[in-house]
């Protein structure tokens, strides 16, 4: 018994020295180049990205959008800055909606919402202008629905775009 327990002790010891000097998720990917956008690839290299699926928790498709970002640092403000268009839209047409939230990701693990996009039918198209204390190192996309009385309830899925290239489509490139 000693004997397992000694070396469970020094499992611990080991896991804890590892996990506190193994770099944060944010020092694994790069930071978003300056004066950049999203990109995406379907035969050419386009500005944004291809409509993408939205799947609930119960991997059913509720939705579509379609994202524009561009990123830039403005050194005489030391601000870090991002222009978001969406457009989403509403494929299951129920009456209560699907919401694109969009974060941008900095620091060690850090997010900041910079708007929810919303579709309960068509596309509904918008723009919104945020800023980042920190350099963005990856743009976050998570959904779900408006529901039973709760403007915005999570899916389960988000989708990550960084800097990484292929096979990551889309990817965000220097404009």
Not at 83 to 105: F, H, P
Not at 119 to 142: I, K, L, M, S, Y
């Amino acid at each position: 018994m000693k004997r397992i327990l000694r070396k469970a002790g020094i499992v611990a010891v080991i896991a804890t020295a590892v996990a506190l000097l193994a770099p944060s998720t944010a020092f694994a990917v790069s930071n978003l180049p300056n004066n950049s956008a999203l990109r995406h690839y379907s035969g050419y290299k386009g500005t944004g990205s291809v409509p993408v699926p939205m799947y609930n928790s119960s991997n059913q498709k509720i939705g579509e959008y379609q994202l524009y970002v561009e990123y830039w640092y403005t050194p005489g403000d030391g601000t870090y800055n991002v222009e978001v268009t969406a457009c989403v839209w509403d494929r299951l047409a129920n009456g209560r909606g699907v919401i694109a939230r969009v974060l941008l990701k900095y620091g060690s693990n850090s997010s900041e919402e910079v708007g929810r996009f919303k579709a309960a039918g068509g596309c509904t198209h918008q723009t919104v202008f945020d800023d980042a204390p920190a350099p963005v190192w990856a743009v976050d996309v998570d959904y779900g629905e408006d529901w039973a009385g709760v403007p915005y309830r999570y899916a389960g899925n988000y989708d990550r775009y960084t800097s990484e290239k292929l096979p990551y489509w889309p990817y965000f490139g220097t404009s």
